[in-house]
């Protein structure tokens, strides 16, 4: 089997032992990596109801086949476990140094269960695999442990941490990596705090293997020159995924105060221009030409990497119109281990929450310290944070008199920065993410916007979530590879059967990955629905409650909203076109066809099939 | 008459970004588009920079809605109408 390393990590935190274990090929072969692996592990070894900060939990770090050749954009993982915002799959994917260094290091994956009597670190160092004590490191927040461990460890080596946010148990807590990579939404810090597990650092030096290394590299090589020549590659280069923050606010789609408003007056001190004249220098993940994380001084003096979602989040949505000072919150959020999305969401819930008097906090729309102590408080889960740290619809829940109205999430994960009051189609693409509210998945809203059918329902949008869902979700997420260069640049996806083929030696085609896609989009909605057997129904699917009964408030589209029936049919296209029932759950014949047929025998087990 | 113009993304280099037009009775959407091509100098015809103007490659909204829900490049134009010229957006 080329192409793969065909060995994962076994980590067991709670005796401190690791073990290797050479896989199946049907591993592999069905699921390629990633996600896929990710999804897979679980289905198998996780027992439906596990309470997701238990030892019993299982964690899963996973490259797949492009990682860490010298290909575009092939520096990412995937982070993954049961997640304890939503209770259901949950996974994300960062760039860092640790894929290359895994897969140098002779693996594919790492796989930890149980939990450390004391916080404790993973060190992999080419053969060589251990679990080290880290109380030293408890407590510290996420740059200056990597700082510290780089320091014990080597420079080349990648490490994946967890700040403050993680160790407290917070559910929008990710893992981070090289000061502001983040990625696991759904609460994977707060699992790896749940394992007493502070850090993954890995050191590997070996040469990759693949079917035909020449002619990889020879490839890879061609791939970084298209890249480099494509028209817009100048632009991307100075706004990266700023660029669309001024695009969203004239779409009337930028999240502002909570997502009631669409229109934010302050948005030009906080757009991609104003960044583009505060930018110090970029940073990017490894093996990347496009690099797209801009660094910029904060209103505190320290450098802070900025984003589209950062800056939306913890900007216009909690009414912060300075960038520097946006920059101070996302800098806090990156040290603390905070999902910057979430943690946008939630300030703004709070906010909202306060202002109609439901609790009773000392912050206010844009109030920059009120939200910095905020933050803090999510993260030590002290205080009101201690409630807000559960997510917005957990704390919603217990704060009562009507905040569910105005939490923003679907299955429990905020939603990203778009606000879908007239995106009938980036709704659905919400509603249908395979993680609760994330765009990572079907980011269909440009095309939504642009080919101008937005108050439209038509089935044709279901196609389209699918097709993004099958490139993004599925092809990219488990072959591991950074799906910018494709939708930012269009660089061509026929690259991508070529590198897996040339990697792995087996042959494919972009159909063949699209079923792939199909088949870890149904497996994970297969453990979706194992968990939560027969309280699940077609309303999980569902967009937050605000889009539907709270028109935005200003702006071109003030007096917007979305149609509940007309939702309710584009979500029935998608069902339809996915081969899943009413309830949204495969059928026996879609599962078989997938290739999935041992897998729904089990699924039976805990819902019926039709 | 006039209409105001905003254009955005990888446009601003090549149109400018806010425009006051002035405009006779009856035009559209197609004959400002091409005003605006001659006066940024645009050889390429049906082109704005790198965006074929017709067939979805520019989102074009007058008002806030999208010209593929009016009459397209034949939308008329009134008086305080605003334009926006939107390419497709990088950042998700
Ligand atoms: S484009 Fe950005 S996110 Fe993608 S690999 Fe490069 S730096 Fe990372």
Redesign the interface.
């Known amino acids: 089997m080329k192409g793969w390393n065909g060995r994962l990590l076994r980590v067991d935190m709670s005796k401190g032992k690791t073990a290797v274990q050479e896989y199946h090929e049907d591993l592999a072969r069905r699921f390629v990596g990633g996600r896929g692996f990710a999804v897979k592990l679980l289905w198998d070894e996780l027992k439906p109801g596990t309470d997701p900060l238990s030892p019993e939990n299982i964690l899963v770090f996973a490259t797949g086949p492009l990682t860490g050749h010298r290909l575009p954009n092939s520096g990412k993982m995937v982070v993954a476990a049961k997640s304890p915002l939503t209770g259901g799959y949950g996974d994300g994917n960062l760039g860092t140094m640790a894929s290359p260094n895994l897969r140098k290091a002779g693996l594919d994956a790492i796989v930890v269960t149980g939990k450390a009597e004391k916080p404790s670190y993973i060190h992999i160092e080419d053969g060589k695999h251990e679990v080290l004590d880290a109380s030293d490191l408890w407590g510290l927040d996420s740059f200056k442990v990597e700082a510290e461990l780089k320091e014990r460890h080597g420079r080349a080596s990648g490490a994946l941490l967890i700040g403050p946010a993680g160790e407290n148990l917070c559910r929008v807590s990710t893992v981070v990596s090289q000061e502001g990579r983040a990625g696991g939404r759904p609460g994977m810090g707060a699992v790896m705090g749940s394992k007493n597990l502070k850090a993954v650092v890995v050191r590997g030096t070996k040469g990759l293997l693949a079917h035909d290394l020449d002619e990889l590299n020879r490839l890879g090589k061609l791939g970084y020159d298209i890249i480099l020549k494509k ?2 590659y100048g ?2 280069k100075r706004q ?9 606010l ?3 789609t930028l999240p502002t105060h909570n997502f009631r408003e669409g229109v934010f007056d302050e948005a030009a001190a906080i757009d991609g221009n104003t960044m583009e004249e505060m930018t110090i220098k970029q940073r990017g993940c490894p093996n990347c030409n496009m690099i797209c994380g801009n660094i910029v001084v904060n209103s505190e003096g320290l450098e802070s990497e900025l984003d ?1 979602e950062n800056v939306a989040m913890l900007g216009s949505n909690i009414g912060v119109g300075d960038l520097k000072q946006v920059a101070t919150l996302n800098r806090m959020c990156d040290e603390l281990g905070l999902d910057t999305i979430g943690a946008g969401s939630v300030v703004g819930f709070a906010m909202e929450a306060t202002e109609k008097g439901l609790i009773d906090l000392d912050i206010g729309w844009g109030d920059l310290e009120g939200s910095k102590k905020l933050l803090e408080d999510l993260a030590y889960m002290r205080g009101m944070g201690a409630t807000l740290g559960l997510g917005t619809k957990a704390a919603a829940k217990k704060i009562g008199g009507g905040a569910s109205d105005f939490a923003i999430h679907v299955k429990g994960l905020e939603c990203s920065a ?1 606000d879908c009051h007239l995106c009938p189609g980036m709704a659905l693409s919400f509603g249908t993410s395979p993680i609760g509210a994330h ?2 998945d079907a ?1 269909v ?2 095309w939504e ?7 439209f329902y038509d089935p044709e949008k279901a196609d389209k979530v699918i097709e993004f869902q099958r490139i993004r979700g599925g092809m990219f997420e488990s072959l591991v590879a950074c799906r910018f260069p494709w ?2 640049l269009g660089f061509e996806l026929e690259h991508y059967p070529k590198y897996f083929e040339t990697a792995t030696g087996i042959k494919t085609s972009l159909d063949e990955l699209w079923a792939l896609g199909d088949r870890i989009y149904a497996l994970i909605r297969a453990f979706w629905v194992r968990e939560f057997g027969g309280n699940w129904y077609r309303y999980v699917d569902y967009p937050p409650k605000r889009w539907f009964d709270e028109p935005l408030t200003q702006g ?2 003030k007096g917007k909203h979305l149609d509940r029936e007309g939702y309710d049919g584009l979500l029935q296209a998608y069902y339809d076109k996915r081969g899943w029932d009413d309830r949204g759950i495969p059928t026996k014949a879609t599962l078989k066809r997938l290739n999935l047929s041992k897998e729904a025998v089990e699924l039976e087990k805990f819902v019926e099939l039709s | 008459m006039k209409v105001r113009v ?1 254009v ?3 446009l601003v280099p090549v149109l400018g970004r806010n425009h006051i037009v002035d405009l006779e009775d009856g035009e559209t959407v197609g004959s400002l588009t091409n005003r605006m091509a001659g006066k940024a100098g645009l050889k390429r015809r049906g082109y704005l920079g ?1 965006y074929r103007v017709s067939g ?1 490659d ?2 074009i ?1 007058v ?7 009016l009459e397209g490049l034949e939308t008329s134009l009134q008086d305080g109408d605003e334009i ?1 010229l ?1 390419p ?5």
């Open positions: 028209d817009n632009w991307w990266g995924t700023m660029a669309i923050l001024v695009w969203c004239e779409a009337g589209y778009y765009h990572k980011w809203i440009s916007i642009t080919t101008g059918r937005r108050e939708i930012e071109v589209l | 905003r955005f993304g990888d790198n979805g520019l989102a909204l008002n806030g809605r999208n010209i593929d829900l926006v939107m497709p957006a990088a950042g998700g």
